[in-house]
């Protein structure tokens, strides 16, 4: 899916939950439960609290595999 923007202005909670999916790849935590970690770091986006370009400004997590 292609979006034209990605602000939470633009974007229902449905369409961030798939940016964030799609962004991320599997988020299913196959590898020690790494990404399951780093899909949390973007809730805020999906919630609508925080844009995604302030959360990635944020502290970076990084997978020890």
């Known amino acids: 899916m292609e979006f ?3 602000l939470i202005k633009d974007t229902t ?3 961030r939950k798939q940016i964030v999916k799609e962004s991320l ?3 299913s935590a196959s590898c020690d439960g790494c ?3 780093l899909s ?4 805020e986006y ?3 609290k925080k844009e995604i ?3 990635n400004k944020g502290e970076r997590r990084s997978c020890p595999m």
Request: proline share 0%; glycine share 10%.
């Open 13 to 15: 909670v449905e369409e």
């Open 25 to 27: 790849g599997n988020i």
């Open 46 to 48: 999906i919630e609508g």
């Open 40 to 43: 949390e770091m973007y809730e």
């Open 53 to 55: 370009r302030d959360i």
């Open 35 to 37: 990404m399951a970690r």
């Open 4 to 6: 034209k923007s990605i």
